[in-house]
């Protein structure tokens, strides 16, 4: 079994900043790309940021200049730094990551529970 287990969630004022972690851990033989996704009341699910094992990164447009994401491999973690926070990034914020949880099975997309992001003053 993979668990990936988020923190850092919160209320924040506008222009103010959070990191968000993510943990993985059990059966992970190998970590291959991390993300974050979050989803706001009444819309779908979309794409934040997600990073390689080897450091590559993508970002939403709507994001970029303001969201940093990284990770340690080491760890089996990854993070996301978001600053100059908006209302409009109010959302719950889940971290997905394609887990080969063995070295005889393939590698597989999992998700954790999610941690709210609430951006107001």
């Known amino acids: 079994q993979v668990q990936l287990v988020e923190s850092g969630g919160g209320l924040v004022q506008p222009g103010g900043s959070l990191r968000l972690s993510c943990a993985a851990s059990?059966?992970?033989?190998?970590?291959?790309?991390m993300g974050w996704y979050r989803q706001a009341p009444g819309k779908q699910r979309e794409l934040v940021a997600t990073i390689t094992r080897g450091g590559n990164t993508n970002y939403a447009d709507s994001v970029k200049g303001r969201f940093t994401i990284s990770r340690n491999n080491a760890k089996n973690t990854v993070y996301l730094q978001m600053n100059s926070l908006k209302p409009e990034d109010t959302a719950a914020y889940y971290c997905n990551a394609a887990v080969r949880p063995t070295i005889a099975t393939m590698a597989e997309d999992y998700w954790g529970q999610g941690t709210q992001v609430t951006v107001s003053s």
């Open positions: 059990g059966s992970t033989f190998s970590i291959y790309r």
